[in-house]
């Protein structure tokens, strides 16, 4: 069925990440109550610009849906990996 559904698509791509992000749904809503903590890998290994620009919309996607199915109310907060935190520690290396 998501063979089909994705070479059926007019756009592959678009069709796979909104499949992805069905799917995470799906995941989240099934063991909502089992405890058990889940990680998501998100990555491209694609030389198509497409592709690559897509895996940074699924990103997006399943970042956002992962932290609405917590029920509370979010952000995301940007900072600059060079400069220290806000604790003083600086970031990386």
């Not at 063991?31 to 497409?50: A, H, M, N, W, Y």
Request: aromatic share 4%; net charge negative.
């Amino acid at each position: 069925e998501a063979e089909r559904r994705i070479l059926d698509a007019e756009s592959p791509v678009d069709e796979s990440v909104a499949l992805l992000c069905e799917t995470l749904e799906k995941i989240l809503d099934e063991t909502q109550d089992c405890g058990v903590p889940l990680g998501v890998s998100v990555e491209s290994v694609s030389i198509f610009r497409k592709e690559i620009d897509a895996v940074h919309e699924l990103m997006r996607r399943t970042q956002a849906i992962a932290l609405d199915k917590r029920g509370i109310k979010w952000r995301v907060v940007w900072e600059d990996a060079a400069a220290p935190s806000s604790s003083g520690v600086p970031f990386g290396p």
